[in-house]
């Protein structure tokens, strides 16, 4: 059984539909990379998932469990599914340690004591320790990024998904982000990824995901995308994109 | 005399922001997040007490009941009038301060999983209330003067003793209401003062509104 299946998603916004029926599935452990130019709704499919943007038609299963079901317990659901967002949405009022063990205390009902330490071990493994004490404000975007990702694996999700991690961040703080995330793959997360950083693709994606106009035109292994891509307009999106961002790796 | 009378004022100002304080927020909570129905109702309700002067509210409170053989204390009396009058105005700062929090905040902690009411609480309204001090500074500047109107429903505050004592001697009638000036100037100063601090005190280094809206 896949850790989420994704079955026939569909969202409009307004007039517009932004997504057309999308399906795929992913494994425990697996991560895979969706890539497409934007307004195809990458993002969007994200939110689908987590319901923070329910889908008006389509289902979606964590582990077996319906997250799309009208009876389903949404909020259990999410705490098992990270959220990494472009923008960080950091917890303005707290400090990176406030940010990391909140999560685990209101949703989880782990002590203070317990959940500062963990909040403390996951500091350390995005290499933020020395930041505990420090508001948001007070780190860089790359730091932030850092922090939040730490938050989100602090709930000890089933999957973490990221929507464009590192769009907003400046091109010297990309590599600090994009390591965090390398080493979280390779430890066996399972992790949905939009992002136009290749490099990353290259190094730890199962599979690329390539999305268009609201529907998944490609997929398949990196290697395969990148040297022999079936449509046209893949190879053409992939050679542009990599031009623009280069291979971070 | 003059200082009894003033320290009616300042117990009638903590009850009327306490009340202010209570309703405001729940009327501001309700406006931003009460969906339709209530969210109306809140509203309306803002828009009732922003527009009936604060004589008439007092007289409506303090001679209203009494008709129905209720007999309403006049500190009571205008703790209620000028109480839910300033929660219409403070619902209004909170709510500004509500809506000026980035809606990524939100989804940040329901992507977490928590509840919208946990959300709500241990997110958004800390922040909000950071941003309201500013304004609730000018609200209370406003409902510190406003305590004076309580006189006409006789009650022993600060100006009503001023009217005693310039019945019995017209000629003091300058430098007793000068001294009122200058009780109020003083009361002013020292409560934006505290605000001030408070809202140095409960600063967040480098806080700015940000994120994604």
Not at chain 1, 174 to 180: D, K, Y
Not at chain 2, 99 to 118: D, E, K, Y
Request: charged share 20%; glycine share 10%.
């Amino acid at each position: 059984m896949s850790l989420l299946r994704v079955e026939g998603i569909h969202k409009r916004y307004g007039k517009e539909e932004v997504l057309k029926g999308v399906s795929f599935e992913l494994e425990r452990g697996e991560t895979k990379v969706i890539i497409g130019p934007s307004g195809t709704g990458k993002s969007t499919l994200l939110r689908c998932i987590n319901q923070l943007t329910p889908p008006e038609k389509g289902r979606v299963w964590l582990d077996g469990t319906e997250i799309t079901h009208a009876h389903a317990k949404i909020n259990d659901l999410r705490a098992q599914i990270g959220f990494v967002f472009q923008s960080f949405n950091l917890f303005s009022h707290l400090t990176a340690l406030g940010n990391v063990r909140i999560g685990p205390i209101k949703v989880k009902g782990m002590s203070k004591e317990d959940a500062t330490e963990l909040a403390m071990e996951e500091l350390g493994r995005v290499g933020l320790k020395d930041k505990a004490d420090a508001y948001p404000a007070q780190l860089s975007g790359g730091q932030q990024q850092r922090v939040s990702i730490a938050r989100a694996y602090a709930m000890r999700p089933k999957l973490i998904l990221f929507d464009e991690p590192t769009s907003a961040l400046d091109p010297e703080l990309i590599g600090e982000v994009l390591e965090v995330m390398i080493s979280l793959a390779k430890g066996g997360m399972t992790m949905l990824v939009v992002t136009h950083e290749m490099g990353f693709a290259r190094a730890v994606a199962d599979e690329i995901i390539f999305m268009e106009h609201g529907v998944i035109t490609e997929q398949g292994e990196p290697k395969q995308m990148f040297l022999a891509p079936k449509h046209k307009r893949t190879g053409e999106f992939l050679n542009k994109i990599t031009e623009l961002y280069g291979e971070t790796d | 005399m003059l200082l009894h009378g003033t320290l009616i004022n300042i117990e009638l100002l903590l009850a009327l922001l306490i009340v202010g304080l209570l309703v405001g927020t729940l009327i501001a909570l309700l406006q931003v997040y009460g969906g339709r129905f209530l969210g109306t109702l809140a509203s309306g309700y803002a828009w009732i007490f922003r527009s009936i002067p604060a004589l008439v509210l007092l007289f409506l409170f303090y001679f209203g009941p009494s008709q129905f053989g209720v007999n309403v204390a006049p500190f009571i009396a205008a703790t209620i009038a000028l109480g839910l009058r300033s929660s219409a105005y403070q619902s209004q700062i909170f709510r500004g301060a509500l809506q000026a929090i980035p809606h990524g905040q939100m989804m940040a902690a329901r992507s977490l999983g928590m509840t919208r009411v946990q959300a709500i609480v241990s997110i958004i309204i800390p922040q909000a209330l950071r941003l309201s001090i500013a304004g609730w500074s000018n609200e209370f500047s406003s409902v510190v003067k406003d305590t004076t109107l309580a006189y006409v429903v006789g009650l022993n505050e600060v100006l009503r003793k001023v009217r005693i004592i310039t019945d019995r001697h017209y000629d003091l009638a300058m430098l007793a209401y000068l001294t009122v000036a200058l009780i109020f100037l003083g009361l002013t100063y020292a409560g934006n003062w505290g605000l001030g601090w408070l809202e140095t005190r409960i600063r967040i280094p480098g806080l700015q509104i940000g994120g994604e809206l």
